[in-house]
């Protein structure tokens, strides 16, 4: 009798220090060691994108404005040295883009029941996989048909080149913020299993939403062009509406 006694306020204690509140302190040294793990991975990421730095500019982010015929020069002296460097290292970044989930997951861990913990890894890899689709969507529709839209327009007597600098920041910008958006059914998920949101709320404000997503496509996009704009629109309204199945599905099972 004793030892049952015994086993129960071990099992007590044990519940009560596994959901002991972390001071603020704590906190601040846990996002302090999350923050450095998180730059290790880029710095490691790095490594490996500088180590195929000729691969990735000659076959890759070169690949669309051959494919389109846009003729790239140079203006700066060493303006390709700092190019490669920029490259490597948001290169690094999306190389450890999985490290930084994790990282993210772990610092709010805290926060989610002993159950909901066990999501975690699942949860990387699928905000992963909307990431990287993100970027493989960017890079395959949207820059060929921005790019071809953009060389073909105006009159002939006024020859389009582009700086290189401006070719790569329009390239990673645009490819960068796909990956973000494509979160949207990653934060749906989250937001829902906190209580904040609700698939109603979603549906209500459906036609709020499309004009808010018209107005985001024009912002993440560059230039003016509204070929790009609708090209990033129409797959934001379609994970808008996969984000609302996802919410009730969330839900559900909750």
Request: with cysteine; aromatic share 14%; glycine share 4%.
């Amino acid at each position: 009798m004793a030892a049952e006694e015994f086993e129960q306020v071990k099992s007590v204690e044990g519940e009560s220090y596994e959901e002991k509140e972390m001071t603020f302190l704590e906190h601040l040294e846990e996002l302090r060691w999350r923050i450095i793990y998180s730059l290790i991975g880029i710095l490691l990421g790095t490594v490996i994108a500088w180590i195929f730095i000729d691969f990735l500019v000659e076959e890759i982010l070169l690949k669309p404005a051959k494919e389109s015929g846009v003729s790239l020069q140079n203006l700066k002296p060493f303006g390709q040295i700092f190019l490669y460097f920029q490259i490597a290292i948001i290169a690094g970044l999306i190389i450890s883009i999985p490290n930084i989930f994790f990282q993210f997951w772990k610092f709010i861990s805290p926060a989610l029941r002993k159950n909901e913990r066990r999501y975690i890894l699942s949860i990387v890899i699928f905000s992963t996989i909307c990431f990287l689709g993100g970027i493989a969507f960017a890079y395959f529709v949207m820059l060929p048909l921005a790019l071809s839209f953009a060389v073909q327009f105006g009159t002939q007597t006024i020859k389009n080149e582009f700086a290189i600098d401006e070719y790569m920041s329009i390239i990673i910008s645009v490819m960068l913020a796909a990956g973000l958006v494509f979160e949207l059914p990653m934060l749906s998920f989250f937001l829902s299993k906190l209580g904040i949101l609700k698939p109603s709320f979603m549906r209500k404000y459906r036609k709020h939403s499309i004009v808010i997503i018209m107005i985001a496509a024009a912002v993440l996009t560059p230039g003016t062009d509204p070929v790009s704009q609708l090209i990033l629109a129409v797959p934001l309204v379609l994970l808008y509406e996969i984000s609302i199945l996802v919410s009730k599905f969330s839900q559900k099972k909750s």
